[in-house]
């Protein structure tokens, strides 16, 4: 059965037909202008899919990029500084200094050899705690202040550990402390770390605190609008602590600043900063604190292991250890292996009355090993250096090779887009022009 068609319904196809031409033409116009594929994701969802995990690998590419050019001159400076070490250890090992010494060196000879010496061992220290940023280069995992000094009795010192005997100097903790509604919260120096980690909580109101010391909060009631000061935030704070006599601490160690103060307003807060104390005279693992290492992630696909560990090929390890270069501990005899001390002790041998080359031998040849341990380091440094060089290299080609895909995704070619512009523009041409043979002519129309 024939399906009646009347001049209307062609009217009303043809004119549907038109706005879609007009539509596809605007459409076409605009691409030729911002050459972009589509302006929504809804217009095109499997490119847009496809741009959004590009850009979001080109975004990790650039942070990793950040991360390896902070690392480049963090390393630049350091291999800056290990160089000087190196010219040190070159002048020490010298025909005018160390190799000068024999059994026939006369006094004044020896003296004018020791002072020389003393000069060079005086430079390392300064040396082996430059600074990058905010952060001490050769701290090793501790950045924050300088690794290296000097007791009264003349012993380096790498992070408070005498780098001979692996003994601690003593340290007496530092205090956890938390700024909160105003207030200044001191934990307590003797009490270390033991409230690190607690979140306190400040509300209006007058009822009993609320201690949780398995989730580690405390909820302190104040009655703020009726004048409560920071002596009666003192007094909860010790009465809830003391209560909980948590092991090892002493709740009447914490206080707050200016007690006469009023608490004002609401808050909270996580206290932190708190260092326990080590007794002098502790042992520490040299062997650990050379060795330390900390990680850091330039795109090499980090991982870690079913027991939490990172995988070492995945990262890497941006920790320079003081001490791995000048060297620690204490040979067979009881000979330093560490650079700076040896320098003093063959100075020591050289000023002594009754020097014998016999003495001061042990220690020549020792200093010689430890050159060229330094010497094994430099080559080692530079292999890291190396590395990120070549990193860096992938990095930039990959974010070359990201920015690509993403405008082949998202952008169109500028010939590309004018030409689909052009056949559109003919496509409406062609269906004005067809419309002047399809609609039927009015009654008007003849009138003209």
């Not at 260092?275 to 330039?298: M, P």
């Not at 060229?372 to 080609?397: A, C, E, I, M």
Request: net charge negative; aromatic share 8%.
């Amino acid at each position: 059965m024939s399906i009646r068609i009347t001049m209307g319904m062609i009217s009303k196809q043809y004119n549907k037909s038109l706005n879609q031409s007009l539509s596809d033409l605007n459409y076409y116009s605009n691409r030729t202008t911002s050459l972009r594929k589509y302006d929504k994701a809804s217009e095109d969802p499997v490119s847009a899919v496809k741009a959004y995990k590009a850009r979001r690998a080109l975004s990790e590419n650039e942070n990793y990029q950040s991360t390896l050019e902070d690392a480049q001159s963090m390393m630049t400076t350091a291999e800056s500084s290990i160089m000087q070490v190196n010219s040190i250890a070159q002048q020490a090992n010298s025909t005018s200094v160390i190799q000068a010494i024999t059994d026939t060196v006369s006094a004044d000879d020896r003296e004018v050899i020791a002072k020389q010496i003393r000069s060079l061992q005086d430079s390392l220290v300064s040396i082996m705690n430059t600074k990058y940023s905010d952060n001490y280069i050769f701290g090793g995992s501790a950045t924050a202040e300088a690794p290296f000094s000097v007791d009264a009795d003349g012993n380096l010192l790498y992070r408070n550990v005498d780098v001979n005997t692996g003994k601690y100097a003593g340290f007496d903790g530092t205090a956890a402390t938390l700024n909160i509604s105003g207030a200044k919260i001191n934990f307590g120096q003797a009490n270390g770390d033991a409230f690190d980690d607690y979140m306190i909580k400040i509300v209006d109101g007058t009822d009993p605190y609320v201690l949780d010391t398995d989730a580690k909060t405390l909820t302190v009631s104040l009655d703020l609008s009726g004048g409560a000061t920071n002596q009666d935030l003192q007094d909860e704070l010790q009465s809830a602590f003391t209560a909980a006599a948590i092991p090892g601490t002493d709740a009447s160690l914490i206080t707050v600043g200016d007690l006469t103060a009023s608490v004002t307003a609401q808050g909270t807060g996580v206290v932190s900063g708190g260092e326990d104390a080590i007794a002098a005279g502790t042992i520490i693992d040299l062997d650990s604190l050379a060795k330390e290492q900390v990680f850091i992630d330039i795109g090499l696909g980090m991982s870690v292991d079913s027991s939490g560990n990172v995988d070492e090929q995945s990262v890497f390890d941006i920790s320079l250890p003081g001490i791995s270069f000048l060297g620690y501990g204490t040979n067979a005899d009881g000979v330093p292996k560490n650079m700076y001390s040896l320098l003093g002790d063959i100075a020591d041998k050289l000023e002594s009355d009754s020097y014998s080359f016999d003495d001061i031998q042990p220690y020549l040849k020792q200093f010689d090993v430890q050159y060229q341990n330094l010497l094994v380091g430099v080559t080692q440094f530079g292999t890291k250096s190396n590395y990120l060089d070549n990193t860096q290299t992938r990095l930039k080609d990959m974010n070359g090779n990201l920015t690509e895909r993403i405008d082949s995704i998202e952008y169109v070619d500028s010939a590309e887009a004018i030409l689909d512009y052009q056949m559109q523009k003919y496509t409406y041409q062609a269906a004005l022009q067809m419309g002047t043979q399809i609609l039927q002519p009015t009654f008007l129309d003849f009138m003209n």
